[in-house]
């Protein structure tokens, strides 16, 4: 166990629709990462947050938005939802806004568009 | 353009033996290094890491090398045990940048 939670496990929704995924850092961490993983691809970074500003910015589409709340846990906001967006959606977190911290997965949240 | 490369999807090694698993990278500017283990419905999990300053960092069954000047690194591990099936990623950091930059993984089956 990460020590990271991720809310809910599985999501189905169709075309259009809006969807929240949440995630909860391990006790301590202030820096939360949202990555999305497609079918046979490796993981891309979507963005980032560091004590509830956003730090750096990935391959994040305009249609998908986060934000970091004062208790630390951070959602992932996706509107517009295309067939394409379906994909496993990790939400990792880690000591430090730039450090060497190693960062610590959640089970993910496996979203599919029909 | 994939800045972190693992060219095998897969692999298949004897239990017992040894299992090496292969990164290449392009980016000079990268510092740190970490591999990570997947087991399906799972997220991945931290396995062993490396600075750019070292070029090997061993743990327990796992050993990490790192060869700066081919831009590779290599994950071995030994010896292979049917709990070590899983899909490993190769995962890359820049700096001050905090996120990990990933390959795409190489799915290890050790055959009992």
Redesign the interface.
Known sequence: DSGVTQTPKHLITATGQRVTLRCSPRSGDLSVYWYQQSLDQGLQFLIQYYNGEERAKGNILERFSAQQFPDLHSELNLSSLELGDSALYFCASSGGSGSVGTQYFGPGTRLLVL | DQQ?KQNSPSLSVQEGRISILNCDYTNSMFD?F?W?KKYP??????LI?I?SIKDKNEDGRFTVFLNKSAKHLSLHIVPSQPGDSAVY?C?A?E???????????TKLSVKP
């Open positions: 972190v740190y970490l990570y419905a799972e997220g991945p999990t931290f890491s600075s990623f995962a950091k700096g001050s940048q905090g996120n990990l930059i990933f390959g795409k993984g």
